[in-house]
């Protein structure tokens, strides 16, 4: 008997493929935009060049300062050139911080977003905003910060180097995983959740083993979007709020600490979901928890949150920072066990049996 639900679709137009970003020009037409400006990090300022040239007159230049968890000064500094120039769609290449500062002018102005990810995080498929602001973050969900078009081009992802291959990969099945027990979850997001799951278990470990496998890199941006679009669509849980609370409070990388706890959070939740683990039978094999461990191995990635620097002498903070502001999840929570979840973790055991 099909479960009841409630659905309701995110807009938004999606070109995926190889070379899509010579489709730039006629988007930036197809949207009425005269003067967008490029967004990129520092490492990819040459990229966004690229693109600039590619779109003659109506590019209002390159704004090559984006960083990691959007702080607000750096967003000011954009939305100044935004007014002197008069900027009316903005562009950003790269991965969620790149696209974390595309989304932060969008909530400011409306403007409208065109975005060519380059990782497999995705953000660009979600109306939700993170920024730091004197080292607390926020985070909202609006419209207006939902990207107009997302422009996939796998060429892009070529550069991405193998170890946060595997990690944003990695990143990318925490979201469908959570997708999949989320209290909102509906049939269609679990569809995509569980073929974004497989596309990418496929895709990591050939990637890693040779970052120039044109297939398995397409499988994997496949599974980014599908990844991404579960996101953006239904309500995460323990995983995601255990690394938001260890990113925020020990400044920890956000892809790699997403590789070393979703195994453990999986694990945690098992008992309470039954159905979701028989769902990933086909996909992760009989121990889903452990598949994703071993997955984190295969592509090399580091699996205890003692190797990022996190202290020993932290895990007790970071228990009472994760019971502190009560959440939903499939499994309530219960300090106890949720300790030995972080000290698995941290010390990179494999999850729980
Ligand atoms: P990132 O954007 O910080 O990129 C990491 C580095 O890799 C950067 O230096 C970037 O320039 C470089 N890079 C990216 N693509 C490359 C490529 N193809 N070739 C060579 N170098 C490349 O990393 P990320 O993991 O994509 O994003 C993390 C950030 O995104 C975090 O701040 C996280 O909170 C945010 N995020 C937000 C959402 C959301 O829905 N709001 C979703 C996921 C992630």
Not at 47 to 53: F, M, N, P, S
Request: glycine letters at 10%; aromatic letters at 4%; proline letters at 7%.
């Amino acid at each position: 008997m099909a479960e009841p639900f409630v659905y309701t679709a995110n807009p938004g137009r999606v070109i995926f493929g190889e070379g899509t970003i010579a489709r730039l020009p006629e988007e930036v037409e197809r949207l009425g935009l005269a003067r967008v400006l490029l967004l990129a990090t520092p490492q990819q300022e040459a990229d966004a060049e690229r693109l600039a040239d590619r779109l003659g007159d109506h590019s209002a230049g390159v704004f090559a300062g984006a960083v990691m968890h959007t702080p607000v000064e750096v967003t000011e500094r954009a939305m100044a050139i935004v007014a002197e120039r008069g900027v009316d769609g903005v562009v950003a290449i790269g991965g969620g911080s790149t696209i974390g500062l595309g989304k932060a002018i969008a909530y400011r102005t409306d403007l409208p977003q065109i975005v060519i990810p380059t990782t497999y995080a995705g953000s660009e498929m979600t109306p939700i905003l993170g920024e730091t602001s004197d080292g607390a973050k926020t985070t909202r969900s609006d419209a207006k910060i939902l990207p107009e078009v997302v422009i996939y081009d796998v060429d892009l992802t070529m550069t991405l180097p193998a170890a946060l291959s595997g990690t944003s990969g990695i990143n990318a099945i925490a979201h469908a995983i959570e997708a999949l027990y989320a209290r909102d979850r509906n049939p269609i997001i679990s569809l995509m959740a569980v073929e974004g799951i497989g596309a990418l278990v496929r895709a990591l470990p050939v990637i890693a083993a040779d970052p120039a496998d044109k297939a398995a890199r397409s499988d994997a941006l496949y599974g980014a979007w599908l990844c991404g679009s579960c996101l953006g669509a239904v309500g995460m849980a323990l995983h995601h709020k255990l690394c938001h609370v260890l990113g925020g409070s020990f400044d920890l990388p956000h892809a790699e600490t997403h590789t070393i706890v979703l195994p453990h959070a999986l694990a945690y939740n098992a008992p309470a979901i039954p159905e979701v683990m028989t769902r990933l039978l086909p996909v992760l094999g009989r121990d889903p928890a452990r598949a994703l461990y071993d997955l984190a191995g295969a592509v090399g990635a580091k699996r205890g949150l003692r190797h990022l620097g996190m202290d020993e002498m932290a895990i007790d903070e970071a228990v009472s920072r994760a019971m502190a502001n009560p959440y939903w999840n499939p499994r309530p929570l219960d300090a106890g066990p949720l300790r030995a979840l972080i000290a698995r973790a941290w010390a990179g055991d494999p999850p729980a049996a």
